[in-house]
């Protein structure tokens, strides 16, 4: 029996984090990542072996993990912060890239989430950061509509940048700017950062994986490979830190999340006052 094709897929690839000052240090791990299609999720649930949507399953995807984190349907969340950021994209689909939660538990660093027009060029994209606190924060970028951001498009780049405004690594002060440099999912995906302050490059963070289809099979591969991804992103994140710690990098004072989870950000990288949140 042919199991059916899916826009969502599996992306295997690597994390890599490399901090320039005022200590050098690096770290590289192999992981998996989902990219799921936010219509799809109900056929992904009742068709995929192994996955689950808003329950248990060894890999599963709840929507009260991302965005306001009430459980409700996320596609009307970023609907109404699309409307609300002065962003039309026509009904256009809307894909989430992240780490599933694994036998019950995950920690995302980083999700993103594309956000297409019908016609299928990326409009606008929604960087979801999440920090070791049990906090979250959103950063709303539109993407500017350059002749390759076309649909079938091969070897796109998406370039953003945006001002921090929320606390995540108590090594990193807040006084620093995001400058992204996306490719978005097709055969490949990769999502660079590199964090500046006033002296120039800080740390560099990137995920590069290749598309796998979505099927039982590749998924049960995919949990075979990494059957313990969740804990393996959460203790990893507390033992890079230890290891900075004991190099002598000091610790930075935490602020306050934002006010606002979202704050949209021009395409020029400035946020707004309005947006950018207290």
Known sequence: MTEPAFASALYMGTVIHRRLKPRHHRLRYRVFSLLLDLDELPRLDRTLPGFGHNRFAPVSFHDRDHGP???????????AELA???IDLG?????????????????????????????????????EVNNTMGERHCYLIPVTDPPANRPGAAGVVVRQTCAKRFFVSPFIAMETTYHFKIRPPDDRVAVAIEQTDAEGPLLHA??????VPLSGRTLAGALARHPLMTLKVIVGIHWEALRLWLKGVRLVPRDPAPARLVTVVPPDGEAPPSCAGS
């Not at 984190?69 to 609907?79: F, K, T």
């Not at 689909?93 to 299928?120: H, K, M, Q």
């Open 91 to 127: 009904g256009g689909p809307i894909r989430v890239l992240s780490y599933p939660r694994l036998w019950g538990y995950a920690f995302n660093p980083l999700t993103e989430f594309f956000c297409y027009r019908p016609d299928g060029r990326l409009g606008a994209v929604l960087h």
């Open 206 to 211: 990137a995920f590069a994986g290749r598309r």
């Open 84 to 86: 609300a950021g002065g």
């Open 69 to 79: 984190g009430d459980g409700g349907s996320l596609r009307a969340w970023v609907e």
